[in-house]
């Protein structure tokens, strides 16, 4: 199968999004299928607003159906609601193409904390947006229900994964810190709710692994805490290993993929009881503990089971994830082809 995947968020960015749709793509190519990647960077970009670091395509409709015609696709899905998923909508609602959608970000709780945009009108676009798929892919249970209430349909299951030969066990000492070692690995900006943790008055040491558009305003605020900035896989997931607990702050996040790596460390994971947390840690509480408290999440959490929260990591492959993602796929067959011309 010829599959075209168009999506906003891409490399050079990290984030959860990219490391998705780069293991889904390395394991469909595994499986013998053609892949088609287009992100912004094969555009004009100008700075997203309030994210400069993030880079959006500039009218990319006309270079887009090109490029989405010369490929040829059999399938097409629309991973991002940005300037490309839309060009990508209007393109294959032209046409008459069936397409898939996922539902990666909780855009409307962030576009509330930004721009203060209520939080209802920004849902009747992503209903508008998502409602002509055929298939709205959604990482957990909890998400899905939490749309549903919203009147969103056709949703499908497509989980997550972990690469647990890079996140392993190792020797801890590899991090000379006063210990217990609270970590946060992610993007350092304010919709990840991370001052919720640097506020915390804890024992040994608060370290932050990432860079955004916060982290100097954080390291300043926040001296006390160590921030280590980027790092390359190598090293991120010997810092992942030495902690004592991961810490997961974040209130708006769909799933978490940094949980999962946090386990297959043999790390314990406090957090909020929503969405993500509450699907990977809730049926499981000897792998962490969630808490409106966050303080006493993560005093919960400290101490649990290493060879249990590897234990769970251990369930979930790209593999299987992969395999979810082509199951949901619409393809677009010959007679839609047809019709469409």
Same mark, same amino acid.
């Given at each position: ?196 943790? %640097? ?7 608060? %370290? ?22 980027? %790092? ?24 978490? %993929? ?84």
């Amino acid at each position: 199968m010829r599959i075209m995947i168009v999506s906003d968020a891409w490399h050079p960015q990290v984030n959860g999004v990219v490391r998705t749709l780069t293991k889904t793509r390395e394991g469909l190519e595994a499986m013998g299928h053609v892949v088609e990647l287009i992100g912004p960077g094969e555009f004009r970009t100008m700075p997203c607003p309030t994210y400069p670091e993030i880079e959006l395509a500039l009218l990319p409709y006309r270079g887009l159906a090109r490029k989405i015609d010369a490929f040829a696709p059999d399938a097409i899905h629309i991973a991002t609601e940005g300037p490309l998923g839309l060009a990508a909508r209007r393109y294959c609602t032209r046409r008459g193409y069936a397409f898939t959608t996922a539902y990666h970000t909780k855009f409307p709780e962030y576009v509330a904390e930004r721009a203060r945009l209520p939080i209802n009108w920004s849902y009747a676009f992503m209903r508008w947006f998502h409602g002509g798929s055929s298939a709205v892919m959604v990482a957990t249970n909890s998400l899905a229900d939490s749309l549903r209430e919203r009147g969103f349909r056709n949703l499908r299951t497509w989980s997550r994964g972990v690469d647990v030969e890079r996140f392993r066990p190792r020797d801890k000492s590899i991090l000379d810190l006063p210990r217990p070692i609270h970590l946060y690995a992610g993007r350092v900006v304010v919709d990840k709710n991370i001052e919720a943790f %640097l506020k915390l008055d804890l024992p040994g040491t608060k %370290l932050v692994v990432g860079i955004g558009p916060q982290l100097e305003e954080y390291r300043t605020k926040y001296p006390e805490a160590v921030f280590a900035g980027y %790092l390359e896989n190598g090293a991120l997931a010997g810092y992942f290993a030495a902690a004592d607990v991961f810490v997961f702050p974040s209130l708006t996040d769909t799933f978490g %993929l940094v949980l999962l790596e946090a386990l297959a460390s043999g790390v314990p994971v406090a957090a909020y009881p929503v969405t993500g947390p509450l699907d990977v840690i809730g049926p499981h509480p000897e792998v962490g503990c969630l808490d409106a408290d966050l303080g006493r999440a993560i005093a919960g959490a400290l101490g649990k089971s290493p060879e249990a929260c590897r234990a769970l990591a251990l369930e979930y492959s790209w593999e299987a994830c992969t395999r979810q993602f082509l199951g949901n796929l619409a393809p677009i067959t010959p007679i839609q082809a047809q019709q469409a011309a």
